[in-house]
């Protein structure tokens, strides 16, 4: 959201499209589309085709998430590449993937004036760099062994190492903004990664769980999808290779970790981990002191983050099914998403999810809700909700 507007990517159809809609009313103030481009013909010699195969996957071609700056919008569909629009809708770069990938979901970040983007897939797994302005590639890095995930990097700056941090198949490593360096990796976490890291003080957290029918570790075989080089290569200003790692043992909780003090210290430790209460999908938020989850079946957990206390563990909401949405907050409440659309608003200190407000949407939902002012935007399989808060 910037400059009144909303910003958001769907399909219709077999075209990827940009929407801005207008704040106060919802309407649709413009839309731009790209078409998808094909896959290459399979070998029987029938012509090259792309499609949703499943209108319920949490993976779906719109899936990303736009970025702003509030002077351009970067969309990303993992079936096409790259776009970046001014604030009406003008097209003002674009950067082909040279391979498609329908399922890509990792959002892509701004660091200043860097766009962040996270390719994690069955081979040839990346992090790069491109400037905002002109799409120019500053930076890749490849990210050896990594698997395919889900997972959109968060944006870390401490003093002497401003970097971003990714939530991958079995690691959660770090990248230097400047350069892509690697600075850091930890081992031990899920087989595949679906949400993002965060962070409070000195301390990054991460969560993961091996659960899941919808994760699937090896390729799909149905998935017509070849995992190739992906982006068309260019030269880059700088980047190196990620350090190269045997792949550890997978694990599943909800992690607190100890990146080293500084960039000419790499060390990282484990803090504290949680097997309980693990997320399936959702991201961890921490929110005036302390550390929010959500797991399948609406059990929601609060830890102290510094030391991992549970404040209270695995309470169930009132929303008994699963939450792909991430939880978010403001006004000391905190946000909670249920994949059938019902919204349930807890107190953000009490000693139990207090439950305040109840919204039944009636409609699917595994978008993350989004905050601005006194509104919560939350997207259905249908529709762009607005939820007014209460004075």
Not at 17 to 25: F, G, H, N, Q
Not at 212 to 232: L, Q
Not at 247 to 264: Q, R
Request: net charge neutral; hydrophobic share 35%; with cysteine.
């Amino acid at each position: 959201m910037t400059g009144g507007g909303i910003f958001l990517t769907a399909v219709r159809e077999t075209r990827l499209e940009t929407l801005r809609l207008d704040l106060d009313s919802g309407a649709i103030l413009w839309r731009k589309e790209v078409l998808p481009i094909l896959l290459p013909p399979p070998a029987d010699g029938t012509p090259g085709s792309w499609r949703v195969r499943n209108t319920d996957d949490p993976g779906r071609p719109a899936t990303p998430t736009p970025a702003t700056d509030g002077r351009r919008i970067y969309v990303y569909f993992g079936a096409f590449g790259l776009l970046a629009y001014d604030l009406d809708g003008n097209e003002l770069w674009r950067q082909v993937l040279e391979v498609p990938d329908p399922e890509a979901a990792a959002s892509p970040i701004l660091v200043g004036d860097r766009l962040i983007v996270v390719c994690d897939r069955e081979s040839d797994s990346f992090i790069e760099a491109r400037d905002t302005g002109t799409g120019r590639l500053l930076w890749r890095t490849p990210r050896t062994g990594f698997r395919r995930s889900r997972s959109t990097p968060f944006h870390r700056p401490r003093p002497g190492r401003n970097e971003v941090v990714v939530n991958g198949s079995f690691w959660l490593s770090a990248y230097h903004v400047d350069d892509g360096t690697e600075s850091w990796r930890f081992p031990g976490l899920a087989r595949v990664a679906t949400s993002s890291p965060t962070a409070s003080g000195d301390l990054v957290f991460a969560a993961g769980s091996n659960a899941g029918d919808d994760f699937n570790t090896e390729p799909d075989p149905e998935a017509a999808v070849p995992f190739g080089s992906g982006w068309s290569l260019e030269p880059s200003e700088s980047g190196t290779a990620s350090t190269t790692a045997s792949t550890p043992k997978p694990g599943e909780g909800v992690f607190a970790v100890v990146p080293g003090a500084n960039a000419k210290d790499p060390g990282v430790r484990l803090a504290w981990k949680s097997t309980r209460g693990v997320p399936y999908a959702a991201s961890p938020l921490v929110y005036r002191g302390r550390l929010y989850t959500v797991k399948s079946g609406g059990f929601v957990s609060a830890y102290d983050p510094e030391s991992g206390r549970q404040i209270y563990q695995n309470e169930r909401l009132s929303a008994a099914n699963d939450h792909y949405a991430s939880p978010v907050a403001a006004g000391g409440r905190v946000f909670f998403t249920s994949q059938h659309g019902t919204v349930s608003v807890v107190g953000a200190t009490s000693d139990s999810p207090e439950l305040l407000q109840r919204f039944e949407l009636g409609e699917p939902v595994l978008a993350t809700p989004a905050l601005s002012g006194r509104r919560l935007l939350v997207r259905t399989s249908r529709a762009l909700h607005a939820l007014s808060a209460r004075p």
